[in-house]
Structures are given as structure tokens and as C-alpha cells.
């Protein structure tokens, strides 16, 4: 959602008149922070990152700073406090109002902070500048309507807030027009959606609905709640072709009592129920999840319980995290909060068993040949291992080799945005490799696009944009009489 978020900044700015500056430029016009605030180390790297920015702007002072996104909207002007050298903040609720206060403040030379308490426009009626030519986020709703005790994102982002049906379809056919193969559907809870119009079902209908949209091929959603989680999602999951069977459903724990503690309105045997189902009607599922470790007031034995769902759920993947205290939170105020030491000793061995689960089921699937999108920044070590890397279809990162049988290379060939079938060779816990030449390789228009340099960009509707310089000179309307 944050990712999302930065490409709307960026097609404000650049509707605005501004242009990305190039790598390596250390003294660009605008920096603009995009913030998180679900962790605590989101509050120590924005300071750093401001800190550092501090003797950079003395040299150049005609140098702006933003800062937006959730902490910002928590922080507010609190920022300007601790670093009275930013010019621009901005909240989660009025990211269109950027390019305004940015000529504010340069007009009027001193800070300008603005924070809504609910949101003004959508923001996928913002312009937005895609970074990707083969996978693009939608918005399907913004805001959540739950209440976990360990969550400022209510507080930050609102209650929930769906967009009609037609408006998201209309999205998703302007990327595949523009050449997108995959769309992330984005929810803080995507599975609710549908409840500001009274219709239960209506996140099943829009994955059936998406469906129906030719050049579509991979349809992906983040993230469901177990709560709000119906047959009829499963159904159109298995049902609907263009749709992945991958699923991320955050567990937090796996104790009843954490759970309740959490406000998290299901148990385990609920959310193991859920994935029964998910496996049964789709038996090639990966299913990956979010877990917290130490959260005021867990035993070991509710850490035990965790250990003992994740075993039977057998996860493809896990974000695994360690319980940090949010200011505003009631579980900041919990009684019974662990020491670190306790905390740091519960996630190593959180870490150690979902690595030893991961690692099985990936070695399922070594002799397999899985279909890859071909991405770009997926694999770090590519340059020099001579292999390039993708997602298959069900979200696992795959490392492949571009070597024909005769050794040649299909390096310059193969672009990102194109579709790769390749075969297994070799698991690790958090990747896949394959070693042998690739079985198919499927160019494509996102392909194309990514060799013209060409990135979607999906217009929004707003007026009254300031812009960059000196506006256009008009011409003298002729003599005589005008016709309106």
C-alpha cells in the first residue's frame, strides 16, 4: 500500500511539473518521505534519514523536504519540532494536496503542515506514475473497520472506505491496456470489502469480475482478514482461471488467549479451518501469513501454540515479527510486557522452525516446471550468477538461468514483463533456482514496454494543480465578436 502510495506521489509531482532526478544527484529540488508507523524503527530511520538530509539542504537551501504517509499523520507537528528544516507535511488522508503545499511553502517560506482527519478525495483518482510495466497495485478500499489492540493503522488510515465495482474495473483494464499482466488488488482488509454498499460478497464477485478482462493473467489480493474470510472467496479463487492460488492471511499467533488479548476476532481453529478449505480446492496453494512474537502477556505455552499452527498450516512463507510497543495502541498500556531478551529468544526459534517448513515445501517442488514473470530487482545476485529472476504463479521467487542447450545466452532476449516456463533444480528456504535452460519463453507487450522504457501512467481527475515556473503565455483574443 505505502509502494502504491509513493507511485501517486510521484504522478502528482511530475503532473506538477517536476521530473524524477537522476541516480546518483545528492541535491535534487524535492525529497518527499513516504512514512510507515506499524514499527517502531519507521519513527529512528525517518530522524536519521532527516538528520542526514540537514547539512545537504544548508548548502543548497532552495532544496525542499516532505514528509508523509502514517507517521506523519501521527506525528504532525511534531516533526517540524524535532527537524525545523522540513518544508512540507502531509498526512495519509490529502496526499493530492502535496503539490500545493510545496509552492505554499516556497511562497511563503516557512513550513507548512497539514493533516486531514478523513479523506478528502480517494486516492486512486490521484495521477499515478506506475513503477512497474508488468504488475500494478489497485485500491479496492482504504481504511479498516477492525480494532486489534496492537494496530495504529486505524487510527492513521480511517475507516474503511470502498470503491465501486466499475471504478476498480475500470483501473485494471487501463493498466492491461497499457500492457499489465498482474494486478495486486489492495485492502487493509480486502475481504470486507463491499460493506459501505451492503454486499457480503462482493470481494468474491470483483476476483470473478476480473476474470472476464482479456490480457489479464495473473490476479493477486492483499490482505484478507481470517474473520471476514467466506466459501465463496475460495470458490472463486479455484474457479476463476486468471486468478493465483496464493494467499497471504495473517495469523499474528496461533494462541487462543493472544489472540483474544489481540482483539483479533477468530481462533485458530477457525483460520487452520480456513486454510483446510483453501488446500482442498486448490491442492497447489502456498499460503504465506504474519506472525508476532511477544506480545505483552504471552506465555510459552501460547508461543508453543503458535509453533504448533504454523507446523500444521505449513506456510510457504512467513513475515515474522517481534511485538513493538505503538504509542496510542491499547497494548501499549498492557500489562505484563516481555523483556527483549525473552522476545529475541521466541523469534529465533520462530525463525528457525518456519525456515525448516519453507524449506520442505519448497523441495516439493524441485522437478517441477513452474511459469515465471520475469521481474526486475527480485535477484540481488543476478549479475553475477548469470541468472535472471521472476515470480511463479504462486508468489515464490524464482532464480533461472538464461543458457540454451547450445550455451547461448537469452539474456538480451528474455525482458522483465515476459513469461518463462522452467524447471526446479534446487530449494532453498525463501527461493527456488533453475539451473537448466529454460522450456518456453513467451515475449509479451509488458515486455515490449520494459525494453521502450515505457512505465504506465494512469491519469487521475484534479484540477487546480499548481505548477512548475512561470505560466504559459495566452494570446490576445482577436477583435471582433467570440462565439461561446
Known amino acids: 500500500m505505502n509502494v502504491h502510495d509513493s507511485e501517486r506521489i510521484s504522478g502528482l509531482l511530475e503532473q506538477a511539473g517536476y521530473e524524477r532526478a537522476p541516480a546518483g544527484d545528492d541535491t535534487p529540488d524535492i525529497v518527499v518521505f513516504n512514512t510507515c508507523a506499524v514499527r517502531e524503527n519507521a519513527d529512528n530511520r ?6 542526514r538530509l540537514r547539512p545537504v539542504k544548508d548548502k543548497h537551501p532552495g532544496m525542499q523536504i516532505a514528509v508523509g504517509g502514517c507517521l506523519a499523520q501521527k506525528d504532525r507537528g511534531d516533526i517540524v519540532r524535532k527537524a525545523p528544516w522540513v518544508d512540507v507535511v502531509f498526512g495519509t488522508h ?15 517560506a516557512t513550513a507548512e503542515v497539514e493533516i486531514l482527519e478523513s479523506l478528502d478525495v480517494f486516492p486512486s483518482t490521484l495521477p499515478t506514475r506506475r513503477e512497474s510495466t508488468y504488475a500494478g497495485w489497485v485500491s479496492i478500499s ?13 487510527a492513521l488510515r480511517g475507516k474503511e472506505k470502498d470503491r465501486r465495482p466499475g471504478d476498480i474495473l475500470s483501473e485494471v483494464r487501463a493498466l492491461v491496456d497499457e500492457g499489465v499482466l498482474e494486478v495486486t488488488l489492495l485492502g487493509q482488509n480486502v475481504n470486507s470489502y463491499g460493506v459501505e454498499f451492503g454486499d457480503r460478497y462482493a470481494f468474491g464477485k470483483l476476483l470473478r469480475a476480473c476474470g472476464d478482462i482479456d490480457g489479464l ?25 486468471n486468478v493465483c492460488h496464493s494467499l497471504h492471511m495473517p495469523l499474528q499467533s496461533g494462541s487462543d488467549d493472544v489472540l483474544r488479548a489481540m482483539r483479533r476476532s477468530y481462533r485458530s481453529e477457525r483460520y487452520l479451518g480456513i486454510i483446510e478449505k483453501v488446500r482442498a480446492a486448490m491442492p497447489d496453494a502456498a499460503i504465506t501469513t504474519d506472525i ?10 501460547d508461543f508453543q501454540r503458535t509453533l504448533d499452527v504454523v507446523r500444521e498450516a505449513r506456510f510457504s512463507s512467513a ?9 496510542g495502541t491499547p497494548a501499549a498500556t498492557m500489562d505484563d510486557q516481555l523483556p527483549k531478551e525473552v522476545v529475541q529468544e521466541r523469534y529465533e526459534r520462530l525463525i528457525t522452525c518456519v525456515e525448516e517448513i519453507t524449506w520442505a515445501e519448497n523441495k516439493r517442488l524441485v522437478g517441477e516446471t513452474v511459469e515465471v514473470l520475469v521481474a526486475v530487482g527480485e535477484g540481488r545476485k543476478d549479475e ?9 504463479r504462486d508468489g515464490r521467487l524464482v532464480h533461472f538461468a538464461t543458457e540454451t542447450v547450445d550455451g547461448e545466452s537469452l539474456a538480451g532476449q528474455i525482458r522483465p514483463g515476459d513469461i518463462v516456463h522452467t524447471t526446479i533444480t534446487y530449494a532453498a528456504p ?9 522450456v518456453a519463453h513467451r515475449r509479451t507487450r509488458a515486455g515490449d514496454a520494459a525494453e521502450a522504457g515505457r512505465s504506465p501512467r494512469t491519469p487521475g481527475v484534479l484540477l487546480g494543480l499548481p505548477t512548475i515556473g512561470a505560466p504559459p503565455v495566452v494570446a490576445a483574443p482577436a477583435a471582433g465578436c467570440a462565439t461561446h
Do not use: W
Request: charged letters at 20%; aromatic letters at 8%.
Open 430 to 438: 525463501h527461493h527456488l533456482n533453475a539451473d537448466g535452460p529454460p
Open 46 to 51: 525517518l530522524y536519521g534519514n532527516l538528520g
Open 94 to 108: 490529502n496526499i493530492g494536496a502535496l503539490p500545493v503545499l510545496l509552492e505554499r511553502a516556497r511562497h511563503n
Open 217 to 241: 493473467e495473473r490476479v493477486r489480493f492483499t490482505s484478507p482478514h481470517p474473520k471476514d474470510f467466506t466459501d465463496d472467496v475460495i470458490a472463486a479463487m479455484a474457479e476463476t482461471p
Open 142 to 154: 482504504v481504511g479498516c473497520n477492525n480494532t486489534c489492540t496492537f494496530c495504529i493503522v486505524p
Open 319 to 327: 513475515f515474522t515479527f517481534q511485538y513493538s510497543k505503538r504509542p
Open 292 to 301: 508476532i512474537v511477544g506480545f505483552p502477556g504471552e506465555t510459552e505455552a
Open 384 to 392: 553475477r550468477t548469470g541468472r535472471m529472476s521472476g515470480r511463479a
